[in-house]
């Protein structure tokens, strides 16, 4: 797992960003105005994991859309931590072979 900090690590309010391993490979694929796009939705999770239009596909995850793509991510809410699972570009099979 990859860990990006927040831009205030003593705020009790904000969340710790973890990568998954699929994340990381999903995220180089990606071009850089794609990537840059993509990583400011992730970033402003650590101040808000439930933004508006985001979907809870089970317990604790979630999903947020940045246009084409959609970003699969679970909410520990004990331990304030965020882990992005996979980015992927929304197709048939997109939500299939996911495991939490």
Request: hydrophobic share 30%; with cysteine; aromatic share 8%.
């Amino acid at each position: 797992m990859v860990t990006t900090p927040t831009d205030d690590p003593n705020s009790s309010s904000r969340y710790e960003i973890f990568y998954e391993h699929a994340a990381c490979k999903d995220l180089d694929s990606l071009s850089e105005s794609e990537y840059r796009r993509i990583d400011e939705k992730i970033i402003a999770l650590a101040g808000e994991p439930r933004p508006s239009g985001c979907v809870c596909l089970g317990a604790s995850v979630f999903r947020i859309r940045v246009g084409p793509w959609r970003v699969i991510y679970i909410v520990d809410d004990i331990h304030k931590q965020i882990g992005v699972s996979r980015v992927k570009r929304r197709k048939e099979d997109t939500y299939k072979k996911l495991r939490f």
